[in-house]
Structure formats: structure tokens, C-alpha cells
């Protein structure tokens, strides 16, 4: 479970790294007192969207990367606005008119089939050799384990009849911005 203390700093780390990135071109350093979840290593994904819900940048990692999920939040919220390439570089303008969400990754965890996933409930890794396709939970338009499945291996560029996939689902603990 969540606290609003800690729905609030990963908010905020995701904002404010974004915001001091586009400032300074440097990376925020994280406070130095925060709740112990923030000194763990875990995977995030950062997504950003627009007033009318359209994606401005996401970008995620499974795994930890950085020391602690403070960094690790605020190098995958630099990485949404800038180094996304389905979309051109945020804008510092722009920052005020966009809602910004943090997914805190739970370990992978290896499935058999689809009657072991809800795509409301968990998030799907598709994986055969070096491809991979990452697919959040509860996305609007997402019912179903065969729709989840599909786009999954689409982004990595496999077939989802294909028998040799590994499959993988996670849980996601959620952080978003409502709209002001």
C-alpha cells in the first residue's frame, strides 16, 4: 500500500526532475529525508500526457538502473520528455499543460498462459531472443488477455501465435496528477 507522502514525492520527483532538467540540462538530486520505499531499487515507468489525454512521452524500466527509485524516477521522467522518440523534446512552456503519472514496477514474474493475466490487474512482458514488448496494466481500451498479448508482441515485433514466447506480468503501484 501507498501513503499519500509518497504519492506526492514520486509526483514531484517526476515533475520537478523533468522541470529542473529542462532548466539546468543537469539531473535533480533527490531530498535527502524520504520514505524508505525511495531508497529501494525498482523499476518506474514515467508517462506524460497531455490536458486532453493524448501520450507526450513514456518511458520505463523493468528493472532498477539508478541507486535508489528517487533516481530512478527521475531519470525515466527526464527520459519521457526528452528522449522519447515517438514525440519531439517537452518543452519547458509546455510543462504547465501536462499530467504527469509514475508506475512503480513489481518484480517479473513468469507466467504459462493467458488465463494467468487481467489486464487491469497486471502489466505484460512479451520476450523471445533479444525482443521485447512492454505493456502497462488497466489501459483504456485494454479487456482483455488476447488484446494485451497482441500489442505486446507487436512492440516487439513477434507474432503473439508464436509458441516460444516468455511471458512475464508485473503489478504496478500508481501515481498520477488529476487535472487541475
Known amino acids: 500500500m501507498s501513503s499519500n ?35 529501494t ?9 497531455e490536458k486532453d489525454d493524448n501520450l507526450r512521452g513514456c518511458i520505463g524500466t523493468l528493472e532498477a538502473t539508478q541507486n535508489n527509485l528517487a533516481q530512478e524516477i527521475i531519470q525515466n521522467a527526464v527520459s519521457a520528455g526528452v528522449r522519447d522518440p515517438r514525440f519531439p523534446p517537452v518543452k519547458l512552456t509546455e510543462l504547465d499543460d501536462i499530467k504527469v503519472s509514475v508506475d512503480i514496477i513489481s518484480p517479473l514474474e513468469k507466467v504459462s498462459g493467458l488465463d494467468q ?22 489501459l483504456e481500451g485494454i479487456n482483455t488477455p488476447k488484446e494485451q498479448l497482441a500489442i505486446s508482441a507487436q512492440k516487439a515485433g513477434l507474432s503473439p501465435s508464436d509458441s516460444n514466447l516468455t511471458l512475464y506480468r508485473f503489478e504496478v503501484t500508481r501515481f498520477h496528477e488529476t487535472a487541475s
Open 117 to 138: 493475466l487481467d489486464p487491469s490487474k497486471y502489466g505484460l512482458v512479451v520476450e523471445k531472443g533479444y525482443r521485447r514488448g512492454v505493456l502497462l496494466p488497466d
Open 41 to 49: 531499487k525498482r523499476g518506474t515507468f514515467v508517462s506524460l500526457k
Open 5 to 39: 507522502k509518497e504519492s506526492q514525492l514520486a509526483l514531484y520527483l517526476a515533475r520537478e526532475g523533468l522541470k529542473h532538467y529542462l532548466r539546468y540540462e543537469k539531473y535533480l538530486e533527490p531530498p535527502e529525508e524520504m520514505p524508505p520505499l525511495f531508497y
